[in-house]
């Protein structure tokens, strides 16, 4: 069955600290992996995919298909960082996308 | 550009009622998503449309209807509401270059 699993419902690190969000998956094709998050009072946009292999806003996920993971890191956490982050999975060519539960970043002072 | 637009914010029905939810789209885009958002369990696809004229299932259709007459809008209805329904739905768009463009979101209300 095709799945993303986001395990921790809340995530709470101090300000300078590193993050790392995890997410697993199950797919039996070539999977496109992405990194949604939600500001506080903002629509869901799109932070990276791994296809791009970028970092925005000083964050890295680095696709590990031995361990079907989609990590999502950052060597010092800011205030701003603060959010919603869900992990999704898109299938095929019509680009549906299954989403994990999400993670709450809550970056403390 | 507005992006994505979604009609109404806020809604409260009784059991039994109808309604439409309206997406709009000025992207031109071809692709376009309905999804809940539940606590707990992230976001799920009810209904989705590859071009106008065409719709599809999701994950969670029981109960919604859509319909995609003109490219730029896309319609989720309610025939009859149940307080399950009750949850905070997103509209998206896309093209074929994988990311979706989201709406602000409607919150329902079903007592």
């Known amino acids: 069955a095709q799945r993303v699993t986001q395990p921790e419902k809340l995530l709470s690190v101090f300000k300078g600290a590193p993050v790392e969000l995890k997410c697993n998956y199950s797919?039996?094709?070539?999977?496109?992996l992405f990194w949604y998050v939600q500001y506080s009072r903002q629509r869901l946009q799109l932070l990276l995919r791994h296809i791009s292999r970028e970092s925005i806003k000083g964050f890295t996920a680095d696709l590990n298909k031995g361990e079907t993971s989609f990590h999502l890191k950052k060597p010092f956490a800011q205030e701003e960082d603060s959010a919603m982050y869900y992990c999704a999975l898109s299938r095929g060519a019509t680009n549906k996308l299954i989403f994990g539960t999400g993670t709450l970043l809550a970056v403390q002072p | 550009n507005a992006g994505v637009t979604q009609t109404p914010k806020f809604r409260v029905l009784k059991t039994g009622q109808s309604m439409t939810l309206l997406c709009a789209q000025d992207m031109n885009h071809e692709y376009m998503y309905w999804y809940r958002q539940d606590p707990g369990m992230g976001l799920r696809l009810i209904h989705y449309s590859v071009g106008e004229g065409t719709t599809a299932k999701g994950e969670v259709p029981d109960g919604y209807n859509v319909s995609r007459l003109k490219k730029q809008n896309f319609l989720l209805g309610l025939e009859s509401a149940a307080p399950s329904q009750t949850s905070v739905y997103f509209c998206a768009s896309s093209t074929s270059s994988y990311e979706q463009y989201f709406g602000p979101g409607t919150r329902l209300t079903v007592t």
């Open positions: 797919y039996s094709g070539s999977p496109e």
